[in-house]
């Protein structure tokens, strides 16, 4: 069974940066895309990055050029390098995957993904 466990949040002041990690196990060895939501209280869940398995990555874009998507598949983890943070970026983040292919239209849908992790606060303030 794939299980996913973030890392990595904290509170922090803005300008500054946090590297969020997702520890995957129990993987099967298919390909598969992942990607990291945020939600606020009340609101809906959305993308913020993702990584296809084919290595093309998408960003929202309140948050391109500040944040950066990696996987490092030896040790099966997933990242996400959090700069510049902002006070609208406080949220609970999430990691996601999908076992297969999604298309390039719905990678930062939270939709498609079946498997999540628990989430990882952040929290951006001055």
């Known amino acids: 069974q794939v299980q996913l466990l973030e890392s990595g949040g904290g509170s922090v002041a803005p300008g500054t940066s946090l590297r969020l990690s997702c520890t995957v196990s129990?993987?099967?060895?298919?390909?598969?895309?992942m990607g990291w939501f945020l939600q606020v209280p009340g609101e809906a869940r959305e993308g913020v990055a993702a990584?296809?398995?084919?290595?093309?990555?998408l960003y929202a874009d309140s948050v391109k050029g500040r944040f950066t998507i990696s996987r490092d598949k030896s040790i099966e983890s997933l990242y996400l390098r959090m700069d510049a943070l902002k006070p609208e970026d406080t949220a609970i983040y999430y990691c996601?995957?999908?076992?297969?292919?999604?298309?390039?239209?719905?990678?930062?849908?939270?939709?498609?993904?079946?498997?999540w992790g628990q989430g990882t606060q952040v929290t951006v303030s001055s």
């Open positions: 996601a995957a999908f076992q297969g292919s999604i298309s390039y239209s719905q990678l930062l849908r939270p939709d498609p993904y079946k498997i």
């Open positions: 129990g993987w099967t060895g298919r390909p598969y895309c």
């Open positions: 990584l296809h398995h084919v290595g093309v990555t």
